[in-house]
């Protein structure tokens, strides 16, 4: 009886005990918990044997059949209790790891909390993982930022052409149920729908469906940034935090980086071509078909010619980006955005030619520009030459991250703050490569088999103390930590890494430069 009294006590948040003692209850049936270490990590976590991980929640429906190229469907019940002590199906991918299954049944999410009763309301984050991941990767485990008092959910989403693919029959369906006469983004429909989910459903989990931020890194900082801007999320988050994603919308890069996207008219001839490359005349008879029938190599030699990205619908993605920092996006909430040292076009340790450098300079600015750039980023001999290529990518990602954020700051209220990652993880020849201040910011060093030193979980306890607290009160700054100003005219930036503190975005006549070069491109 006591037992039984005490189980009920513990499913009304009374007690406080791990949430791996008792059964959750979600919108769609009951889910049972598991301890994320069964023995002590390595690193600097101190509330680890509190931390519960649900793994393998559906959030959706499966994407298969009739619904495939739709908006996600809500999930059914299930009955009984869901064992969520593994990971779910991976969504299809030209790089899906084998040790995985994959399915079309793909949209689920996990959560990582060390509260220890449903009634403490913690501060959210939601993870958006980059391209050619899962959110079953040990790089984005949410142990750590659990361990730090945040509820931490990453989830899965569409890719390829059974994400992005847009196409006017499915055009004409989405005018018939929504209004709008166009189609694509359905992966980041998945992205709006597990944010809706973690809206309606984490305070069962210790969380606080009012203080969600959204994080992620490259394609995932795209994502980000699409929840940021998007009429449909509105009021959703408190905060975003955009890991080597956006840019000066003037800069080239906007079409072939993360952020990338193309305009609907692109996208509906692509989707007309797509599908007689694949011998079907219609949508009815393609969703007939197996889902491996439009998973594509993305990969050289074999890469295929297809360009499957974000579409601007107008629906999903409301604007240009350009347009959207100057009418204002639709949440105005604090953020952080970054760039790490070596990438965007910096390759550490590069060795190259002068005659190479001259090349590289011409195929990027051209004309007049080039003359210029070469001034500023002089190749007299090949170590030069190697150095400067960096150079300029470098300061291009600083530079045109600052410019945004000043366009940023001209329709909002809420304050941004701007960084450069410096650091080169240890075991790897990349540098501060992208993705390396991915196990840094969620403190999880403890999962991945690097040769990680006494300075890397300093590193990592400073990093995941700057995100935590930004992620609590839409401020980085806190005890303890070099002081981080928000973004502001000062042509400055903050530096993590190797040291932490203000340093200047360039030299100030490469700014001036790279500001006046932008100017002149095309823009986003």
């Known amino acids: ?68 190229w739709k908006a996600p469907k809500p999930a059914g019940r299930w009955n009984g209790t869901l064992d969520a002590k593994n ?26 909390t060390s509260a220890t009763s449903t009634k403490q309301k913690r501060p959210v984050v939601m993870w958006s993982y980059p391209a050619y991941s899962t959110a079953a990767d ?80 490259s394609a995932g900082s795209a994502a980000t940034q699409h929840i940021l801007n998007s009429p449909l999320t509105k009021g959703l988050i408190v905060g975003a935090i955009i890991e080597s994603g956006v840019r000066d919308p003037h800069d080239p890069l906007c079409e072939t980086l993360a952020e990338n996207y193309r305009n609907l008219t692109f996208a509906l001839n692509q989707g007309l071509d797509y599908l007689a490359d694949k011998n079907t005349s219609s949508i009815a008879n393609a969703r007939k078909l197996d889902y491996t029938t439009f998973v594509d190599s993305d990969f050289p030699p074999t890469s295929s010619s297809w360009t499957f990205t974000a579409t601007l619908d107008h629906y999903a993605l409301p604007d240009t980006y350009e347009n959207t920092l100057r009418k ?69 990602s600083i530079i045109g991250t600052w410019i945004w954020a000043q366009k940023w700051k001209q329709a909002a209220k809420s304050p941004i703050y701007t960084y450069i990652w410096d650091h080169a993880p240890p075991g790897q020849s ?11 910011v969620l403190n999880n060093l403890y999962g991945t088999d690097s040769p990680w030193t006494d300075e890397d979980y300093e590193i990592a306890a400073t990093m995941n103390s700057y995100w935590v607290n930004f992620i609590k009160t839409g401020n980085p700054n806190g005890q303890g930590l070099t002081r981080w100003d928000k973004s502001n005219s000062k042509e400055i930036t903050q530096r993590l890494g190797d040291g932490f503190g203000p340093v200047p975005l360039a030299l100030a006549n490469r700014v001036k430069l790279m500001e006046e070069w932008l100017l002149t491109q095309p823009v986003w």
């Not at 590069?350 to 750039?373: H, M, P």
């Not at 540098?431 to 991915?438: L, V, W």
């Open 430 to 440: 990349q540098g501060a490569y992208h993705e390396s201040e991915i196990n840094y």
């Open 87 to 112: 990971y779910g199906d991976i969504c299809p991918s030209t790089s899906s790891n084998s040790e995985y299954t994959i399915s079309e049944n793909c949209l689920n999410l996990n959560i990582w």
């Open 328 to 396: 204002g996006a639709a949440n105005d909430v604090p953020i952080i955005t970054g760039n790490t040292r070596d990438e965007s076009g910096a390759t550490y340790g590069l060795n190259i030619t002068i005659a190479e450098y001259f090349a590289d300079l011409n195929e990027t600015y051209s004309g007049q520009w080039v003359d210029k750039f070469l001034e500023l980023y002089p190749g007299n001999n090949a170590s030069q030459a190697s150095e400067s290529e960096n150079q300029q990518f470098t300061d291009r």
């Open 1 to 68: 009886m006591m037992e039984k009294l005490a189980s009920a006590l513990m499913m009304c948040g009374i007690v406080n005990a791990a949430l791996y003692e008792g059964v959750i209850s979600t919108s769609h049936g009951q889910v049972q918990g598991h301890p994320a270490f069964n023995s002590t990590p390595n690193g600097n976590l101190t509330n680890w044997k509190d931390i519960t991980v649900w793994k393998g929640i559906p959030f959706a429906a499966s994407t298969a059949g009739e619904n495939r």
């Open 138 to 217: 040990a790089l984005f485990d949410g142990a750590g930022m659990a361990d730090a008092g945040v509820v931490y959910v990453n989830y899965n989403y569409r890719t390829g052409a059974l994400g992005w693919l847009a196409h006017p029959e499915l055009s004409q369906e989405r005018f018939n149920t929504v209004g709008f006469n166009s189609s694509g983004n359905y992966g980041m429909l998945d992205q709006f729908a597990a944010l809706k989910w973690i809206h309606d459903n984490i305070e069962a989990f210790g969380g606080d469906p009012n203080r969600i931020t959204v994080m992620g890194q």
